[in-house]
């Protein structure tokens, strides 16, 4: 799982698709792997559309 130091915390993040990025932040109760919860149901959506 790729992580990267923003400040004083580890960031997780996803890259999927090419061409421009798109930032997708959730709130604290996010995540990716539940579509309920977070961004995880529209990842392959974006991907066909950029």
Do not use: R
Not at 7 to 30: K, R, V
């Amino acid at each position: 799982m790729p992580y990267t130091k923003v400040n004083d915390i580890n960031m997780y993040y996803e890259e999927h698709g090419q061409g421009q990025p798109i930032i997708l932040l959730h709130g604290a109760t996010g995540c990716i792997e539940k579509s309920e919860f977070g961004w995880g149901g529209l990842i392959n959506l974006f991907e066909k559309k950029i």
